[in-house]
């Protein structure tokens, strides 16, 4: 089964929801303000995509960060601490295609990467 990580109210996440949805492509939403997230889900996600993907140092979340706390995007085992305690630091959607894959962020091409 499919799994979009995300946040409803964000742009790339609707794009990305509606294009699976227009393409009849079965998924579950999980919403990691509302649901929460694991470590072990962060950890999993680690393992096919790097923290560069991961990790978005553009938003605003990053930027408000401490120097201290910035540094530990740079460190896997940090890192996932740090999406863990700061969500909105996580580039949005995650998509778990179930069979090993994992893609971050909302592209047109979305579907070619299943």
Same mark, same amino acid.
Request: aromatic share 8%.
């Given at each position: 089964?499919?799994?979009?990580?995300? /946040?409803?109210?964000?742009?790339?996440? &609707?794009?990305?929801?509606?294009?699976?949805?227009?393409?009849?492509?079965? *998924?579950?939403?999980?919403? *990691?303000?509302?649901?929460?997230?694991? =470590? &072990?889900?962060? !950890?999993?996600?680690?393992?096919?995509?790097?923290?560069?993907?991961? /990790?978005?140092?553009?938003?605003?979340?990053? %930027? =408000?960060?401490?120097? $201290? $706390?910035?540094? !530990?995007?740079?460190? &896997?085992?940090? =890192?996932? $601490?740090? =999406?863990?305690?700061?969500?909105?630091?996580?580039? %949005?959607?995650?998509?778990?295609?179930?069979?090993?894959?994992?893609?971050?962020?909302?592209?047109?091409?979305?579907?070619?990467?299943?």
């Amino acid at each position: 089964m499919i799994t979009v990580y995300g /946040i409803p109210n964000c742009d790339s996440v &609707k794009k990305g929801l509606k294009l699976l949805e227009s393409n009849n492509v079965a *998924f579950q939403f999980h919403n *990691f303000k509302k649901d929460g997230l694991d =470590a &072990k889900t962060v !950890k999993n996600w680690l393992k096919t995509v790097s923290l560069q993907e991961l /990790i978005n140092k553009k938003g605003t979340t990053y %930027r =408000a960060l401490p120097d $201290e $706390e910035k540094l !530990k995007a740079d460190d &896997k085992k940090a =890192a996932v $601490e740090l =999406a863990l305690a700061n969500t909105s630091i996580i580039k %949005r959607p995650v998509i778990d295609w179930g069979n090993g894959k994992i893609t971050v962020g909302y592209c047109d091409g979305l579907l070619q990467n299943q």
